[in-house]
């Protein structure tokens, strides 16, 4: 049995340094794999070394271990756009925030990889909700006296994130830089639409000063300029056009400010929130801006959002607008994994079930260039198996894969459940037969 074992290991090319490589075979489920080979209505997955190696109808080889998944449904993993998981635990226990800057900086130099806790319990109980990977920004709340103080519209560097729990779970640093234009980017510069968009120009048109006479000024033989070097060394990626500027807008006046500006100065712009993009949809599909959205928010909570509506994303995507769809409240960190509740509302209203697949996974990973979201070989093995439609709030994950590692989907939460479930010894408390 080695001998074949072997040679089946060797026909696939999944040898490694002289030994057996670890695999896994996912057998007889519905596999949406959200690349060239579509849906498979019953197809096998085979994983070795934390990759996809082949998805077909049927893989009769040996494995080290078998997942039945009949019956079930095979997806890539969730993947949270906007979330601030491992740096938020208790919102309202201030020891246990480092989501935020604070300090005379602009905020672009903000770098919260260094406060990351990968032992966050939310991140299981997320993971356990079917999410293998995730966005994190650091973030500024109106609220914040000092921030509105410093007129700080630059929340920080982002970065992305495995939901494995282990201390080397960061994927990838500087994803993406964010900013607050619209209402949040008023009242954090001010009281001004105007004054957070010159704030964001100024902080560019000195990034480029920086990078164009960048010997100068750092002996000193320069004017003086109004940001602090390393606010402008994070800023340089950005001018670039290699990473990408997250802006908060909601207002379909404010969208297409930033369109403008991300025309001036050649940005690779994200948008987030977008309530009112469907009324500007051409205009962010002919800027090739991906936008990420709340799928469920109709409601004017704001005069930034009087426009919302449920067909925003179908329309957005009828359009040709990349979409993502993040959870209820975007800057949501506890309940990370109700994206794919957004994503189904959005379904009820218009967008196709494959595209609101990739509006959680695939079009997440393109946008802020990551890995996964589909499964096709080469693929990270971020894999779900659900007990059904990942789109149907009844549904939940079976087995969460993440880079080929079956994930524990214990939590906190089933904890509780059991221990209250299980009577203790010598009392019924008011169970019966």
Sequence with gaps: MKKIAVFYALALGVLTAGAQAQSILIKGGKVHTLADMGTLESADVLVVDGK?????????????????AKGKVVTPGVIAPISELGLVEISAASGTNDHAVTGESIGSAFNPVPAYNPKSTLIPFNR??????????PAISTWDSAAVEAQRVFAGRGFAIKLNGEFDSVEAEDVAQKAYLGEAGAQLAGGSRANAYAKIENALNEAKEYRDNRAAIRLGEWRELNYSLADLEALQPVINGTEPLLITANRASDILAAIELAKTYNVKL???????????????????????IDAINNLPI????????????????KAGVKVAISGPDYASTHNVYLSRQSAGNAVAHGLSHEEALKSISTNVADIFSLSGGTLEKGADADIVVWS??????????????????????????????????????????????
């Design 270 to 292: 994200v948008l987030l929130g977008a309530a009112e993009g469907w009324m500007v949809a051409e205009q962010l599909a002919q800027a090739q801006v991906p936008v990420v």
């Design 388 to 433: 059904g439609d990942p789109l149907e709030v009844t549904s939940y994950p079976e087995q969460v894969l993440i880079e080929g590692e079956p994930q524990s989907l214990v939590t906190r939460s089933t904890r509780l459940r059991d221990r209250h479930l299980k009577p203790s010894k010598g009392h019924d408390f008011g169970y019966r037969n």
């Design 128 to 137: 356990a909700g079917g999410v293998t990977s995730a966005v994190v920004f």
């Design 302 to 317: 704001s005069f930034s959002s009087l426009g919302a509506r449920l067909d925003n994303a179908a329309l957005l995507t």
């Design 52 to 68: 996809v190696e082949q998805v077909a109808p049927s893989l009769n080889m040996p494995a080290d271990r078998v997942i039945d």
